[in-house]
């Protein structure tokens, strides 16, 4: 059994000591961090330092080659034998938000939040959709509840998202570049939905390439590079004052765009 | 040349009373060509070992062999299964009544079962793998992403493929002619022969069958725009170049 409770005081996830690798390339190279309850932690770094693989790693999306992940008392110990049915417990604590949404096409935007209530959490129709509909009143699309993702805009379709992932009130929301595939004049609607939630007290992880809303938003910053977290602080330290010249020279580049 | 076009018009409605029997054989062949296909189709997509391999061995040996051939086989195989099926779930064997239709069925099934198999696979490999993930990570297990999101966006992107099988089988339904099956194209036949008008009932035929498939063609192309219209790629909004 990897899989047992954890006394949290304050943590809710806890990851140590991660490896990855792909074939033969080790993409992550020993992640260790912990985000405390209600934290907003951003993640930041280059192309391919590997910072949507260490998201993935979270959720068990992608299975880590060692090291353990633990959330809200759910842990799992990538080196020992651990079974499906731990990799679903450990899950069904997150919820994410795509860089590309991923609404279901098949459903509207109301069955989408409600989906993963009726399914997975086995609430009942009318209780689902009560909390569906609570959560698009959250992000400001109650009068779309009843289209399909192809009739929406991708600032919509993201925002969606967002409240499918809020209404699993899981124990922490993913985000991976939520606004990156978005038209400029859209992002900032998205921004508002993620602070938003944010201010909801909700714990969430962010990678992001938009510096500002970055400092604006999160508690905590780590700056991840080739596998590696190279820095991590408060966003006044990395953000504002980076001591690695990496981080230096990555925030400048960014800052003055 | 000079066609009776007298006959043809008055031979139509003969021509006609045999489509039920040529719609009722591409319904029971489809139905369970489409069963073997997703048995099958399911067998490859879940990698279980040897039954996948049997499975793609099976359809390339169906694929590989004319679809003629496998309807002379099993109308000749037939007596021999039915004699052996004698008694089993209350079947009676009887020698004047040979199953030549359930023969042809099974013929026609299993060829275009193998090739429907692959439309199968195909559309569920369509699915966009982003619908997976996202079912993954609201913390679905696999039974319940694929019937509630993967199967029902695979249905909808099978439906141009499965319209023309279906108007193939429908089409290779004539065939079952050559092997005792009273069909559309066999009607035609008995109905020329007291006059030898073989072209003007084959003329009837071929109307009829192209009516049918067409009209079949516009069906399933409506059903789908209908059904469908959420698998849909939007629009690309192009955004226009200011000078
Ligand atoms: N499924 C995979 N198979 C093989 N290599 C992969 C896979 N996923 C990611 N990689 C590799 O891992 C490295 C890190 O990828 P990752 O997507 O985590 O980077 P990233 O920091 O999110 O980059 P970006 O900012 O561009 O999104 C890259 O070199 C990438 O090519
Ligand atoms: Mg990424």
Same mark, same amino acid.
């Given at each position: 059994m990897s899989t047992q409770k954890a006394s949290t005081n304050g943590i809710v996830i806890t990851l140590h000591d991660i490896h990855k690798t792909f074939g033969e390339h080790e993409i992550l190279k020993g992640i260790s961090l912990e985000v405390h309850q209600g934290e907003v932690l951003a993640i930041l770094g280059s192309s391919g330092s590997g910072k949507t693989t260490l998201l993935r790693c979270i959720n068990a999306l992608e299975i880590p080659a060692s090291g353990t992940v633990s959330i809200d008392g759910q842990k799992i110990d990538y080196s020992q034998k651990h079974s499906r049915q731990d990799v679903l417990h450990l899950r069904r604590k997150t919820a994410m938000v795509f860089q590309s949404y991923n609404l279901f096409?098949?459903?509207? /935007?109301?069955?989408?939040? !409600?989906?993963?209530?009726?399914?997975?959490?086995?609430?009942?129709?009318?209780?689902a959709r009560q909390e569906a509909r609570k959560a698009l009143a959250d992000v400001g699309l109650s009068e779309f509840e009843d289209r399909y993702p192809v009739q929406l805009s991708g600032g919509q379709q993201q925002r969606v998202s967002i409240a499918r992932a809020l209404a699993l009130k899981p124990s922490v929301i993913l985000f991976d570049e939520p606004t990156s595939a978005l038209d400029p004049e859209?992002?900032?609607?998205?921004?508002?939905?993620?602070? /938003?939630?944010?201010?909801t007290g909700v714990t969430m992880i962010i990678v992001t390439h938009e510096i500002g809303f970055a400092r604006r938003v999160a508690s905590q910053v780590v700056f991840v590079d080739q596998g590696r977290i190279l820095e991590r602080g408060t966003p006044e330290e990395v953000i504002d004052h980076p001591k690695e010249p990496r981080v230096q020279a990555f925030i400048s580049k960014l800052s003055y765009k | 040349m000079d066609l009776d076009y007298d006959f043809m018009i008055s031979d139509l409605p003969t021509v006609l009373a045999g489509l039920p029997k040529t719609l009722i054989l591409t319904f029971w062949s !489809?139905? &369970?060509?489409?069963? !073997?296909?997703?048995? &099958?189709?399911?067998?490859?997509l879940s990698r279980v070992?040897?039954?996948?391999?049997?499975? +793609?061995?099976?359809?390339? &040996?169906?694929?590989?062999?004319?679809?003629?051939?496998?309807?002379?086989?099993?109308?000749?195989a037939v007596p021999y299964v039915a004699k052996g099926c004698n008694g089993f779930l209350g079947y009676q064997y009887n020698p004047r009544h040979i199953p030549y239709f359930a023969a042809a069925v099974f013929a026609l099934a299993a060829n275009f079962g193998a090739y429907i198999t692959d439309v199968v696979v195909s559309s569920m490999r369509a699915v966009d793998r982003g619908q997976y993930e996202a079912a993954d990570a609201v913390g679905m297990n696999k039974f319940q992403g694929i019937t509630h999101l993967?199967?029902?966006? /695979?249905?909808? +992107?099978?439906?141009?493929? !499965?319209?023309?099988? &279906?108007?193939?089988?429908?089409?290779g339904t004539a065939l079952a002619s050559i092997v005792n099956v009273v069909e559309m194209l066999t009607t035609a036949k008995i109905s020329a022969a007291d006059g030898y008008q073989y072209l003007e009932a084959y003329i009837d035929a071929a109307v009829i069958y192209w009516a049918v498939c067409a009209g079949i063609e516009f069906m399933m192309g409506r059903f789908e725009h209908h059904i469908g219209f959420f698998m849909r790629q939007p629009e690309s909004r192009v955004r226009p170049i200011s000078s």
């Open positions: 096409r098949n459903k509207t /935007a109301l069955q989408n939040v !409600m989906e993963g209530l009726h399914v997975v959490q086995k609430k009942s129709r009318d209780e859209l992002v900032s609607d998205v921004n508002e939905a993620i602070t /938003a939630v944010a201010k | !489809m139905l &369970f060509a489409i069963a !073997m296909a997703v048995v &099958f189709g399911g067998l490859i070992p040897i039954l996948k391999q049997s499975v +793609i061995i099976i359809n390339t &040996f169906i694929k590989g062999v004319p679809l003629t051939v496998q309807l002379l086989f099993c109308y000749y993967i199967i029902p966006q /695979a249905a909808v +992107i099978s439906i141009p493929s !499965m319209t023309n099988y &279906f108007i193939w089988l429908l089409k």
